[in-house]
């Protein structure tokens, strides 16, 4: 990753967490949820963050737990950090005003004391350093990929997508190199077409395996059925060189949209979690419109529910592809 703007992102970090640290403790939750949104408006630390909430454990219990008084105990430190993220995500979803902010309840276990700034430290201690701690840490490991995927994202639909759209006509092995080339000037560390038992996975690194799909929302070629043949290869793949995790990065060349409705709103990439595995689907957009936004009339999109993918994820061979129709009015189901 590029040294200077990896360091321009730890001294902005570091910046804002000084503030946290200094500030009293009236304003405290107020200055906490400013930062939770600084760290979503970047897309380094986004992707971070967007990889902890798709692995992180609900810990709704801990939290109930939490507020009453009783402090979880954990084995591991990756348990531990997922807490952690679900106790700053609680505490950034509650409303501003209305007096002290939750973080001053939950330190108040922690500190065993009565003085309002004895309680924030206590917070500060256990949630934020550690917190924050995750977060420059991941910036050198591979937590970022999904950081980077965002950022290639962008950089194609924003000023290569003629180059991608022009690759695209070659084949997805074009536009798979393309992307390599970008994560590989990025600093990533990974070595390419590596045999399996099912075939060949497109890049694997020590945390990554990834593949690529061209969806042209055509039913007998590359539609829905197609993705989801790409998720149960990226599922094989991930299975077969024991990841947890998995990157299907869908490069979509035809004008309608491929929606995700399982995804919620406040999540950068959408993703499934199977079998103990976590699968990331990146659309990339490289159409090649021949009108303006503003002429193109309403969207059309073809349509993946959680249901169709789970229930590729289960079946033991993929279905064929097939000729009916995948677009209608508005929005079409995936087949």
């Avoid at 084995?75 to 902010?101: D, K, M, N």
């Avoid at 798979?176 to 590596?194: N, T």
């Avoid at 409705?261 to 990339?284: E, Q, R």
């Amino acid at each position: 990753m590029d040294s200077q703007y990896l360091q321009q992102q730890r001294f902005q970090l570091q910046k804002r967490i000084r503030r946290l640290n200094s500030c009293d403790a009236k304003v405290f939750h107020s200055s906490l949820v400013q930062f939770w949104n600084y760290l979503h408006a970047q897309p380094l630390l986004a992707g971070v963050l967007a990889r902890q909430k798709a692995e992180a454990p609900a810990h709704v219990e801990d939290l109930e737990a939490l507020t009453h008084g009783s402090i979880p105990i954990f084995s591991h430190e990756g348990e531990a950090s997922a807490f952690v993220y679900r106790v700053i995500e609680h505490c950034t979803q509650q409303p501003l005003g209305g007096g002290i902010g939750p973080e001053i309840m939950i330190g108040r276990v922690l500190a065993r004391s009565g003085k309002t700034d004895e309680m924030l430290d206590g917070f500060r201690e256990y949630f934020l350093e550690p917190f924050y701690e995750h977060l420059d840490e991941s910036l050198d490991q591979q937590a970022a990929v999904l950081s980077l995927l965002i950022k290639y994202k962008r950089k194609v639909e924003w000023f290569e997508r003629e180059t991608a759209c022009a690759l695209a006509a070659e084949g997805e092995r074009a536009l798979a190199k393309h992307l390599y080339a970008y994560l590989f000037d990025q600093g990533l560390d990974f070595h390419i077409e590596p045999q399996s038992a099912s075939g060949e996975a497109d890049l694997v690194s020590p945390d990554l395996v990834l593949d690529a799909k061209i969806f042209d929302g055509d039913a007998s070629s590359r539609g829905t059925r197609y993705i989801k043949h790409g998720v149960n290869q990226l599922m094989t793949y991930a299975r077969d060189f024991n990841q947890l995790v998995g990157y299907l990065v869908i490069y979509r060349t035809c004008p309608e949209d491929l929606q995700f409705p399982f995804a919620s709103s406040d999540v950068m990439v959408p993703f499934v979690n199977f079998g103990g595995k976590t699968l990331y689907l990146l659309v990339v957009d490289i159409c090649s419109y021949d009108r303006p936004a503003s002429k193109r009339g309403a969207l059309r999109a073809h349509v993946l529910e959680q249901t169709d993918l789970m229930a590729v994820l289960t079946e033991a061979t993929v279905e064929e592809p097939t000729t009916s129709s995948e677009v209608s009015n508005g929005s079409t189901a995936g087949t």
